[in-house]
């Protein structure tokens, strides 16, 4: 997937006109720490405000971003330089989530992630939770549809302090790396927390996908195909672990 950043490195200056107003400290570390990320590649938030701070000579702790000022950054510094291609790979990524989640309509897809945040990155990838028991249902679905996937889990958090490993599927669908999380029905009523910021994660239904298409953003999904229906299916390498 092509860089979706700003084109031209900026460095610690405020890129702010003659006369304007002096911006406070927090928000250049956040501005700083947003482009770091994204010439980076990387999502480490809080090596990249150390870095944006000490760049800028700040010396207080009390000066530094939470995650989601930075995350409101990086969306405001796209926004600015869309040369990068930012528009474009937000669409891309909003047509394979509206195609995909067409498919998995009968486990109840959320989007989550980048996408949910109005993000895209060089590392962003499509995260959909899906909802079913046993989570082989989700396995034998794609594999009856010719969808080739990885087979592995990842360990999410809950406010409680809990730690689930959760099964997961790592595919590419439409040129866009997807990790596909098989959570139980009751995964449908507690999000897990998010790295960001530590809160429940949010979670949107593929119908977010048309208000975007209504305001502008991307084109509306459509309707959900049939199975059997002679759909062609994109496959990747098939690494799924025989168990």
Known sequence: MKHFGPGTRT????????????????????????LILLHSGRN???????????????????????????????REAQRASDGGGYSEGLATMRGA???????????HPKLTGDLVAGICRETSTLSIHVFAEPAEEVLEFLER??????????????RSGKNERVPTC???????????????FAGQRQAPVSRIDGRPMKRLGPHALVSDAR????????PHPAE????????????????
């Open 145 to 158: 549809n010719r969808v080739r996937y990885r087979s592995t889990e990842r360990t999410v958090r809950y």
């Open 11 to 34: 460095g610690g200056a405020p890129a702010d006109g003659p006369g304007a107003s002096p911006i406070p400290l927090r928000a250049r570390i956040a501005r700083e720490a947003a």
């Open 170 to 184: 790592e595919l590419t669908w439409e040129g866009m790396p997807v990790e596909l999380l098989v959570f139980s």
């Open 97 to 107: 989530a509206r195609t995909l989640c067409n498919l998995l309509a009968p486990f």
């Open 44 to 74: 480490d938030f809080r090596a990249a405000k150390r870095k944006a701070a000490v760049r800028l000579g700040a010396t207080h702790s009390g000066s530094l971003p939470s995650n989601r000022e930075i995350e409101a950054a990086i």
């Open 215 to 222: 305001s502008g953003a991307g084109p509306g999904p459509e």
């Open 228 to 243: 059997g229906s002679g759909v062609s299916l994109p496959c990747v390498p098939n690494d799924r672990r025989q168990g």
